[in-house]
């Protein structure tokens, strides 16, 4: 499968841990983006990479989140002592422009 | 604020019938428009793309048609099957780089 790829697929934490997530985009994609997704909510933007730089982030990445993508590739997501509220599907998604093409997600669960 | 609108927040119809559900946004000023379907629990499937000079796309069962003017954009699915049941989603992209979702409209085909 040569689509994109998230892991883990479920993280339950306990309230003030730390957490991290991994996206694969496809390939040859060079733009990688972040989205969060609430309950019966359609998903909402977090920050968008174009190869290793970051360039748009926004106001619901509180200092507590961090991403990176260090070499083009993968990315990863880090929530920094997390909360009840940080409980949510975190999708990535990848594109060589449109469409944006979406990995399965993680669900995040804190308790 | 750009916005994305997407009534209604369900529908349940039998099978066989065809259907059209609706997206509506705040600024016909949009570079393109993207409909995508999920199934619980799971991530998105991009169903079809329209770029702002474009009237529609066609995929199968699937017509989306789009009037910048009236900040409007219809999905068509046309002989409906059980397995279409999911949550449609549609997303705007307004010049940056990020999607903007409505909440989608769950849809279900009963046998």
């Known amino acids: 499968d040569t689509g994109v790829s998230q892991n883990p697929r479920h993280k339950i934490t306990k309230r003030g841990q730390n957490v991290t997530f991994r996206c694969d985009p496809i390939?040859?994609?060079?733009?990688l983006y972040w989205y969060r997704q609430t309950l019966g909510q359609g998903p909402e933007f977090l920050t968008y990479f174009q190869n290793e730089a970051q360039l748009e982030k926004s106001r619901l990445l509180s200092d507590r989140f961090s991403a990176e993508r260090p070499k083009g590739s993968f990315s990863t997501l880090e929530i920094q002592r997390t909360e009840q509220g940080d409980s949510a599907m975190y999708l990535c998604?990848?594109?060589?422009?449109?469409?944006?093409?979406f990995g399965p997600g993680t669900r995040l669960t804190v308790l | 604020k750009q916005e994305v609108t997407q009534i209604p927040a369900a529908l349940s119809v039998p099978e066989g019938e065809n259907l059209v559900l609706n997206c509506s946004f705040t600024d016909s000023a949009i570079y393109n428009l993207q409909w995508f379907r999920q199934d619980p629990g799971k991530g998105l499937t991009s169903l079809l793309l329209?770029?702002?000079?474009?009237r529609e796309q066609t995929s199968g069962r699937l017509n989306a048609s789009l009037d910048k003017s009236s900040g409007r954009s219809t999905l068509y699915i046309a002989a409906s099957q059980p397995g279409d049941s999911a949550t449609y989603l549609c997303?705007?992209?307004?010049?940056?780089?990020?999607?903007?979702f409505g909440q989608g409209t769950r849809l279900t085909i009963n046998p």
């Open positions: 997303a705007v992209i307004w010049g940056a780089q990020k999607l903007v």
């Open positions: 998604a990848s594109s060589l422009g449109d469409p944006q093409y």
């Open positions: 329209i770029q702002s000079s474009q």
């Open positions: 390939s040859e994609h060079n733009r």
